[in-house]
T-cell receptor
Framework: NAGVTQTPKFRVLKTGQSMTLLCAQDMNHEYMYWYRQDPGMGLRLIHYSVGEGTTAKGEVPDGYNVSRLKKQNFLLGLESAAPSQTSVYFCASTPSMNTEAFFGQGTRLTVV | DAKTTQPTSMDCAEGRAANLPCNHSTISGNEYVYWYRQIHSQGPQYIIH???NNETNEMASLIITEDRKSSTLILPHATLRDTAVYYC?????????????FGQGTELSVKP
């Protein structure tokens, strides 16, 4: 998973707190994605971006916001964290749709 | 978005070929079939992808039926380290963001 870095790797939040997850890639990729994975489930798409300055909603966007001000960074924000947002969050990037997507190692978030 | 159907779990003997099936009957003509795997809670790892033709790389082979409604991932000589959850994914078109939509996956257990 070289090239996609997620920060932080672990975080515990209290209900109502806010935080931002950072995804950074150094491969000049156009497409970036944020997923969440709950125990025993597959990954579900939260938001995605097809280029700098663009964002779009995925399957489960509620409670999250995103920004792509710089091509290499894709930020995922939780404005008011809820226990239902306890999950593992994965970021991915890809240069085009007919090449592989590279995933980060995940951010484990617990909301208490 | 095209959906995929996979068996929930499969077993395979070490050294034998593992054949993982996937149905994607609603796939569109310009949508690719991708396979990823996830070991424990690590980030998903790319295996292989294809559009119409069969594909082979150092990890696996991908066999896509002529009507493209199903495919099979083949791990030719499974090892214990191949124990993982395998995801068959139909990647949506560029004008929909090239999203990778994950299903539940197949949990493959390779046994000695």
């Amino acid at each position: 998973n070289a090239g996609v870095t997620q920060t932080p790797k672990f975080r515990v939040l209290k209900t109502g707190q806010s935080m931002t997850l950072l995804c950074a890639q150094d491969m000049n990729h156009e497409y970036m994605y944020w997923y969440r994975q709950d125990p025993g489930m597959g990954l579900r798409l939260i938001h995605y971006s097809v280029g700098e300055g663009t964002t779009a909603k995925g399957e489960v966007p509620d409670g999250y916001n995103v920004s792509r001000l710089k091509k290499q960074n894709f930020l995922l924000g939780l404005e008011s964290a809820a226990p239902s947002q306890t999950s593992v969050y994965f970021c991915a990037s890809t240069p085009s749709m007919n090449t592989e997507a590279f995933f980060g190692q995940g951010t484990r978030l617990t909301v208490v | 978005d095209a959906k995929t159907t996979q068996p929930t779990s499969m077993d395979c003997a070490e050294g034998r070929a593992a054949n993982l099936p996937c149905n994607h009957s609603t796939i569109s003509g310009n949508e690719y079939v991708y396979w990823y795997r996830q070991i424990h809670s690590q980030g998903p790892q790319y295996i292989i992808h294809g559009l119409k033709n069969n594909e082979t790389n150092e990890m696996a082979s991908l066999i896509i039926t002529e009507d493209r409604k199903s495919s099979t991932l083949i791990l030719p000589h499974a090892t214990l380290r191949d124990t993982a959850v395998y995801y068959c994914i139909v990647r949506v078109a560029h004008n929909q963001g090239g999203k990778l939509i994950f299903g539940q996956g197949t949990e493959l257990s390779v046994k000695p």
